[in-house]
């Protein structure tokens, strides 16, 4: 299903903004950025991973175990931290075409739920702010299926992001001012890895010859239709020396996450048990392209272990 109100060339986009946010940390009155991340349904933002490892990593934070990525389902991880982990849009702005100047709608993350099989991983999210609550994010569509080698892919994200604040956050004085710089790039899917690339990339991802910059890890990568396929993972940049180089981005690809458990309260259901977030597209509560295309694979005692996708061409792969 076709989504184009986000697909757009320019950097300030207001479809994109509106779906997009800054994620990092916050402590003793100041603000990190680390990524980008998008919303996908209510309270729900998708990102990469190494943005949330980023952000423990740099409040050095050892509490709890550090999570390494496994083949089994690792979340949900309660964010009870010495820090904050936020998301943050620029709303009121002093200049729409540079971002400089906003006063920016801010979530606190609660929840953090990790496939375990991916690079990404699925915030859920409560308002900070006045303006948050009464600030509505627009949604991205996902899409199951991986583009095709030689079609055309976008992304976007905020690869500079300055933060002020004044007053502590839990004060009624307490302001944030925010100047950031958007970025959309756009390239062609150079290669397909439906199982996975390499040791560094060890699930299902693209190659893509798109410029990413460090801020935008974690942000949303489109098809030609404006459908989220994949999140921002990884960069080489080409050699300034070297003219007939280009830049090569890898995005870990989201069908395999469809199975992440997750236990934030939905729709139509009196239960709030750990349930995948396919759940939530089957009732219509996040938007997914080809669901027909995906199965759950369970083992003998109910548990859901891995993911099967079967592409309209007849192959299959299960992660």
């Avoid at 934070?61 to 009870?80: A, N």
């Avoid at 709303?91 to 609660?110: A, C, M, Y």
Wanted: with cysteine; aromatic share 10%.
């Amino acid at each position: 299903m076709a989504n184009e109100n986000f697909y757009f060339g320019t950097e300030t986009s207001p479809i994109l903004r509106k779906s997009c946010v800054i994620v990092g940390g916050y402590k003793d009155g100041a603000y990190h950025p680390c990524g980008t991340g998008t919303f996908i349904g209510h309270n729900l933002i998708i990102t990469a991973q190494h943005v949330l490892d980023d952000i423990y990593r740099y409040y050095k934070y050892k509490d709890i175990k550090y999570l390494e990525p496994t083949t089994d389902t690792k979340g949900p991880v309660d964010m009870h931290l010495n820090y904050h982990v936020f998301a943050m849009q620029a709303i009121d702005i002093n200049d729409p075409e540079t971002l400089q100047g906003g006063s920016p709608s801010i979530w606190n993350v609660k929840r953090a739920f990790i496939p375990g099989n991916s690079d990404i991983v699925y915030l859920y999210v409560e308002p900070q702010t006045p303006i948050t609550k009464s600030n509505k994010p627009k949604w991205a569509s996902l899409q199951v299926l991986p583009p095709e080698v030689g079609s055309q892919v976008f992304t976007f994200g905020y690869d500079h992001t300055e933060i002020a604040t004044t007053g502590h956050f839990e004060d009624e004085d307490f302001k944030v001012s925010i100047n950031c710089r958007p970025k959309f790039s756009a390239g062609i899917v150079r290669e397909v890895f439906h199982e996975q690339r390499d040791h560094m990339m060890r699930f299902p991802c693209i190659n893509a010859n798109f410029r990413m910059d460090g801020g935008m890890s974690g942000g949303p990568i489109f098809n030609h239709d404006g459908e989220l396929v994949a999140i921002n993972s990884m960069n080489f940049p080409p050699d300034p020396e070297d003219s007939s180089q280009e830049h090569i981005s890898s995005g870990a690809l989201i069908w395999p996450t469809m199975r992440t458990l997750i236990d934030v309260e939905r729709k139509l259901m009196s239960s709030i048990d750990n349930y995948p977030i396919l759940d939530l597209a089957q009732t219509g509560q996040i938007r997914v392209g080809n669901l027909d295309k995906l199965k759950l694979i369970h083992n003998q005692t109910g548990k859901i272990v891995r993911t099967q996708l079967n592409l309209p061409n007849g192959e299959s792969y299960i992660i």
